[in-house]
């Protein structure tokens, strides 16, 4: 040990050499971090000089006596070494204890060709990916620990992200493997490369010697996978492993760049770990993992086991309350274990306290909380991918649906942006920028989601995605275009064999008119026309015979039937007038959907039908669909129909005007209701004298049907109704007019 008064030191010191003045610059003149050189100066007599106060912070060094211990070193140090002085080991043991102090000397700088750390292009915030650690223990508790201790302390960084598992998920589905692949070195490795912004990878072990266990790091570039920087640390016993970890925590963190007084700050932080449980922290792991792969009753069982271990294992109490809430369970269910979560909630990191807090109170559906908590996470970790993922919904929810989705788009796109591989994510944040018509925004997700797509993908997304070439030139009037990139994929049906894609691009026919040839997609494709379709065009036609037969229908067998389908068919039969078999509708969709609860828009229809109109009218006002913006087609069309008999033609006029704004995203599904919302506001605009206005409506529907089926409902309809608004005052709201009127119409048609 070396201090001031060493009369060797002042000769070497004579001429006022430079001198390193802290840890910091020993360890950047040797290019290791601080902890090594902190061990080598105790272990290895690395020439270090103290202040008179000897404190340990205040230290000095020069360049010449370092140079010349460097090459002087020849021997493996003898800190493993001197850890098992006065034991009695075998001959085996003492082989083994050596080759490892050899590997340990190789680690802690005995190569001195060994690229520096200071090469790796890390800065503040960027991502490093954790590896699955080589578990030479031969102790089942070590499988997939050490790493995940590892990556919780990490989470509590300022500076360093974490690679949740769900990106990790995303770069294996593009290489082809199951989401549970172990994650080892080599396959970590073509993570960082597939996903293309891990800017470092972290590698490990752990090995026994005695009652020792070594916890060993690597940190590799993953660009050419060179190990930029090798640390390891000591655990005397199962008890000490995770205080291990948190040391190791600290090496990595300093290592990649990170201020010391930062890791400092949240070492003080963390004066109790999580939970002391090894067994309890592999399994909650465990559960982490299946729970990103969605299997929640996995995760539930894998979490109940945990908190078992750990009764006072607050985050896995949280995570358990997820899984079965998840489920959609009953409230009772998984609210005791949120509540005990919250209790415990006091003895754990800052971090995962507002985690607790958000998750407990988004459960309770107190949401004004739930986004406060959530929120204050996010200022500390602006990276967390859960809270960013959930605050979501919160905002939706709490917005409603006529600025919920303007609201949340700020975290749809960062939580994009957190897992830049993900197909469904691309697709969802492109879906709601086009649902606001910020179409330029838009397009930068949808070509990411375009190239990651497979037949593994959220199919209605895929169909979105798939599709967007066509809705794209639809949207600006090419309509030619539209028509040959639904050719194209047309030809990929034989191939594909998937119902739902099949029916998208029967409706992207429909959109352009072409129902012959949407009806064609779904005989060809289908097991069998679905009914609704088929009472879905006998109602646009007014073909009361055919609205009986298809809409009366039990889908007994049917694939693809939704609580929204039966609604709308329901809907359907009330409006043409088929009051009775509306009701049993109703009747058989509550006991088949007994938690969609009993719909305002299906009893409005029953009401309307029946002459209730002021009921009707109440009860569309309440439903979901009119509080949307702009509002539901169907919604502003059954009012204009309630409204116009009794001459409110303005207020009929408004909601029709407020459902023409949906265009945008009513291709291809909701089409046929924007039609029905245009064809209806062109008349009543002529029905006020407001010729131009309807003939623009009229123009831009015959623009939109130019390559249409000329006995399409829309021409008809137009045709029809530009002769009887002009000859009559008679406002022509012709499909609630009852089973009457629409066999007269269907006469006529004929």
């Not at 792969?293 to 979490?303: K, M, Q, T």
């Not at 829309?714 to 002769?723: F, I």
Request: proline share 5%.
């Amino acid at each position: 040990m070396y201090n001031m008064s060493s009369s060797s030191g002042s000769e070497n010191r004579a001429g006022g050499e430079e001198r390193l003045e802290s840890w910091k610059e020993v360890a950047s003149y040797l290019g290791k971090t601080v902890r090594t050189v902190q061990r080598w100066e105790k272990h290895e007599g690395l020439p270090v000089h103290r202040h008179q106060h000897d404190k340990r912070g205040t230290i000095i060094a020069y360049p010449a006596e370092l140079d010349r211990w460097l090459n002087n070193r020849s021997e493996a140090p003898a800190s493993l070494l001197s850890r098992f002085e006065g034991r009695t080991l075998g001959a085996a043991a003492v082989g083994g204890l050596v080759a490892l102090t050899v590997v340990g000397w190789l680690i802690l700088g005995g190569a001195s060709d060994a690229p520096s750390a200071r090469s790796l292009p890390f800065e503040e915030r960027d991502w490093v990916l954790i590896a699955t650690f080589e578990n030479r223990t031969g102790e089942e508790i070590f499988d997939g620990t050490a790493e995940a201790a590892l990556a919780r302390e990490l989470a509590n960084s300022s500076f360093v992200n974490v690679v949740p598992r769900p990106r990790i998920e995303d770069a294996l589905q593009l290489m082809r493997k199951p989401p549970e692949t172990r994650v080892d070195a080599a396959i970590g490795r073509e993570v960082c490369l597939r996903d293309g912004g891990i800017r470092a990878l972290v590698t490990g072990r752990v090995e026994k010697l005695g009652s020792v266990y070594v916890l060993s790091a690597e940190l590799v570039y993953p660009g050419d996978g060179v190990v930029v920087a090798s640390m390891s640390e000591e655990a005397a016993g199962h008890e000490a492993v995770l205080k291990a970890v948190r040391r190791l925590s600290s090496q990595v963190r300093e290592t990649l760049g990170e201020e010391l007084t930062g890791i400092q700050r949240s070492a003080e932080d963390l004066l109790q770990v999580t939970t002391p449980s090894l067994r309890a922290l592999q399994l909650y792991t465990q559960a982490d993992a299946v729970i990103a792969g969605l299997n929640d009753p996995a995760a539930e069982e894998l979490l109940r086991q945990a908190v078992v271990e750990d009764p006072e294992f607050a985050s896995a109490w949280i995570h358990l309350a997820w899984a079965i809430a998840n489920q959609r369970r009953p409230r009772e269910d998984y609210m005791p274990p949120a509540e005990r979560a919250m209790e415990l909630a006091g003895g754990v990191t800052e971090r995962e306290r507002y985690f607790i807090r958000g998750s407990y109170f988004h459960l309770a559906e107190e949401l004004p909380n739930a986004k406060a908590s959530y929120e204050a996470l996010l200022r500390l970790d602006p990276d967390h991918y859960w809270a960013v993922h959930n605050i979501v919904a919160v905002v939706r929810k709490i917005e409603g649906p006529s600025t919920g989705f303007s609201a949340a788009l700020p975290f749809y796109i960062r939580r994009t942006e957190l897992r830049p591989q993900s197909f469904s994510l691309n697709a969802s944040t492109a879906q709601t920028l086009v649902r606001l018509d910020r179409l330029s925004e838009a397009q930068p997700f949808l070509e990411r989601a375009l190239a990651l797509v497979s037949e593994k993908a959220h199919p209605r997304l895929a169909a979105f995605v798939r599709l967007w070439p066509s809705h794209e030139a639809w949207l600006r009037g090419d309509l030619e275009a539209s028509e040959r990139e639904l050719d194209r994929q047309a030809r990929t049906l034989v191939s594909r064999d998937n119902d739902l894609f099949a029916h998208y691009v029967a409706l992207g026919y429909e959109a352009l008119g072409q129902e012959k040839k949407g009806l064609e997609i779904r005989r060809r494709h289908y097991r069998q026309v679905h009914p609704f379709y088929q009472g879905m065009y006998a109602f646009q036609r007014a073909d009361l015979a055919g609205v009986l037969e298809h809409l009366t229908h039990s889908y007994a067998g049917v694939g693809g039937v939704t609580p929204a389908i039966e609604r709308t068919g329901i809907s359907m039969l009330a409006q043409a007038g088929l009051v009775s078999e509306a009701r049993e509708g109703l009747a058989t969709y509550e006991a088949k959907f007994p938690k969609s609860g009993a719909w305002p828009d299906i009893r409005a229809a029953i009401a309307l039908a029946e002459g209730r109109t002021d009921e009707g009218v109440a009860l569309l006002q309440s439903s979901p669909r009119q509080k949307l913006s702009p509002p539901s087609t169907y919604a502003g069309t059954w009012l204009a129909d309630a409204w116009a008999p009794q001459d409110r033609l303005e207020e009929a006029l408004d909601v029709l005007e407020d459902a023409s704004r949906t265009r945008l995203f009513a291709y291809p599904t909701r089409l046929q209701g924007w039609f029905g919302v245009q064809v209806r506001l062109q008349g009543l605009y002529r029905l006020l004298g407001r010729e131009a206005e309807a003939r623009e409506v009229e123009d831009e529907l015959r623009r939109l049907l130019a390559r249409a089926d000329p006995d399409h409902w829309v021409l008809c309809e137009l045709d029809e109704l530009r002769d009887r608004c002009t000859a009559s005052t008679t406002p022509p709201w012709w499909r609630n007019s009852g089973p009457a009127e629409l066999a007269k119409l269907d006469e006529v048609g004929d």
